[in-house]
């Protein structure tokens, strides 16, 4: 068993759910028992969607266990057929039907059904959400994808984009984002799947010269497998940040054998004079630590380090399945990689790095209120609030510039900071109150260490900022306890500070 | 109208016989786990853990996860592949993560096992679990367990479960006094503490307590009301206990609220004169407060989809003190015998429906075309975009809504999503 407070991914089934939300014309029943269907809200509320999931679920109850909860599956989905009248259909088990192995597929497959029945074997104990979304779209892709049509003569380069989904952090104007940006560089969009494609689309794969892989995690398996058996490369560059933008841009049109140099002469973004403009200064060495999925973790270390000039002290991820890359990218900032999914272990993590600014996901978000450090959203899981109405691309030029003002919002403004590195004890504009453009103040870090501290040190200690503060006790406390200081005066605070500088 | 229209309604027999619509089919409600949500946040010392898969987990955070928190009070010991290979590893590793938790939060006074639908099937036996922790960790913490599954608990049968667990636990007192069950407002138990003690009704205690310490005694001088029509399970044991239930409408709105109260004061021989006197001003209050609304709410159709076993008490006042017309209450369960005074007072012609099958009851309500449908948050939007305006049901279980003083507010609540619609220019 894992003690899980909060939870980066969810079961296997919401993956599967995420395409099929994401798609048209596909149908989704689920052996799952009542309550299951909490789900929906993920898609109605948190995505804010019109519409109910296409999901029908056999939602069973104790009383049914002692029954024919086949029987109940069989009949779910005659009529979730009959009703909604799909091109194909996914069939599968949540985390408890697994348990009760009533053979989803098998049941499905006996019905007859004049369309595609796609069973999905989603281990409800061993895997996750993301695994669950790419195993899901590449059953799709496998069972529906035609053999690829030879290209013909003089049409424009084609490509399809593949990985967006439903609730996907930003998926939405990632796309939109990349889209416009490969229609400038006069390559075709093809297909982009799931999101917005339906089961006949899916077929018609085939037709394009190669893949845009926006969202490895999701749409991986897939893309390798269009590659293994239809012969289309599939893009690496995921094209978050300015430097990245600008390599998948050279790598897209080496794919599509046109010339990159015009977008790339044409088009850049306003974050790059933002970050080189003198009100960014202070910006530099900020400690930062980035965590989330796999793919935003790597390219918001990137952004972090080369376009805003912040110090990466802690960098990791919950998707495993990418720990080498991740200890790659930590190795050349000296830091190790935090791969897991253990939210203590994160948490932990970052107590010991005492950052400035915490990049991460909603869960993080927690952690930074308990600790009082500043916390900007990177990466899913999110919340509400991280599906807006405005448009927000984490993609491309424009997500560059959405990056920058997410970023640099949650820490203090460059003037206050100087003054109160300069006055600490004004009534209004406190050391231990959060940045006065944010309004309320977080909580003060829980004192961490043994180590007595001299009334008069302590003091001291207090009129260091607080954003900084709790690295500075750490610092001196493990000074003092390398040197068998029993008392932490004044002075061992000024002769740690000068010891460890950064 | 209140007494008066309440002895003269009583007679008539309202929907009490009227037959009920089951139906099976895909269930669109939440399971008993839910209940965590409102009750962590009620009793301030208890810890809830889940014992379940990821699915359980990423329920609780999607509902609850909104919130920041510095240190939240439930977590779920998610079940693994080897937990699932042989149970007695499954009971070491759960002894494991108590641990770990109680480490980490040495403030917990009460911990919670809370079963879940893997937890049920794979028979993993958490009363067992309970009491082992209990010898391990008394007297610091007490350890008790429930079930919040789907397949057994439907949305707030969750809190009905707790509260059951909590029973068993009350000392035995002969005392005569009054127990209000049901969690409430804060707010809300201090109003009705202060009616109480102003009726010389007494002594009074509430379950479940805002701290484990401070958990009521029982026994046969005990009468309880209920606050929730949804504690069927616990008015069960609570009268195994000795305990006797006063039979009344619930506290929801004007008319409901001095019935309730009214129920306790004839059980301690309050005169009525003396029950005019205390009950009045408060009464006059909610009439007031609830006359706001009427306007916008009289004469519109109404439409609940089964969610918290709150529909029948809520159609009632609706229907009574708004003038609103219930097409069909839906109910994921219906207690006859808890609900025969709601059941009395409901217009004849409403429809009853307990069960469901969700795309025929959208079928039925499409075909109605409701001024308000009433439903749960996977239903809410899309109904709207369809045209319809909606309340969703799972706020009238977070906000404070019984009592006189609240009579306004719970009438605005559905006032308000007409009023929006008719704001709105866009």
Known sequence: MQLAIWTYEGPPHIGAMRVATAMEGLHYVLHAPQGDTYADLLFTMIERRGTRPPVTYTTFQARDLGGDTAELFRTAAREAFERFRPQAMIVGASCTAELIQDDPGGLARALGLPIPVIPLELPSYQKKENWGAAETFYR????????????????????????PTALGFRHRDDVREIAGLLGRMGIAVNVTAPLGATPADLARLGRADFNVVLYPEIAGTAAAWLARTHGQAATKTIPIGINATREFIAEVAALAGIDPAPVLAAETSRAAWYSRSVDSNYLTGKRVFVFGDATH????????????????????????????????????HGIEATVTDDYLAVEAAIQAAQPELILGTQMERHTAKRLGIPCAVISAPVHVQDYPARYSPQMGFEGANVLFDTWVHPLMMGLE?????????????????????????????????????????????GRIPFFVRGKARRNTERYATERGIGTITLETLYDAKAHLSR | MSGAALAQASP????????????????EVFCGLTGIIWLHRKIQDAFFLIVGSRTCAHLMQSAAGVMIFAEPRFATAIIEERDLAGLADANEELDRVVNQLLARRPDIRLLFLVGSCPSEVIKLDLSRAASRLNATHAPGVRVLNYSGSGIETTFTQGEDACLAALVPEMRADPAPGLLVVGALAEVVEDQMRRLFAALGIGPVAFLPPRRAAELPGIGPGVRFLLAQPFLAETARLLEARGARRLAAPFPLGAEGTTAWLRAAAEAWGVPATRFREVTAIGEQRARTAIARHRGPLAGRRIFFFPDSQLEIPLARFLSRELGMRPVEIGTPYLHRQHLAEELALLPADAVLSEGQHVDRQLDRCRAARPDLVVCGLGLANPLEAEGFATKWSIELVFTPIQGYDQAGDLAELFARPLHRRATLMV
């Not at chain 1, 960098?315 to 495993?320: A, K």
């Not at chain 1, 406190?430 to 909580?443: E, F, I, K, Q, T």
């Open chain 1, 140 to 163: 799709l892709v496998r069972g529906l994808a035609a053999p690829p049509a030879p290209r013909p003569e003089g049409r424009a380069p084609s490509c399809n984009i593949l990985g």
């Open chain 1, 297 to 332: 973790a790597l390219a918001a270390a990137r952004v972090a380090t080369e376009e805003l000039g912040f110090a990466l002290v802690g960098l990791g991820s919950y998707s495993r399945e990418f720990g080498r890359e991740l200890r790659e990218a930590a190795k050349p």
């Open chain 1, 417 to 461: 900071e100087h003054l109160l590195g300069m006055f600490r004890e004004d009534f209004e504009f406190r050391a231990d109150s959060a940045p006065s453009h944010l309004g309320a103040g977080p909580v003060e870090p829980a004192a961490p260490g043994s180590a007595r501290w001299a009334a008069e040190a302590e003091r001291e200690l």
């Open chain 2, 12 to 27: 008539v027999p309202g929907c009490a016989e009227a037959p009920v619509l089951r139906e099976r089919g895909q269930r």
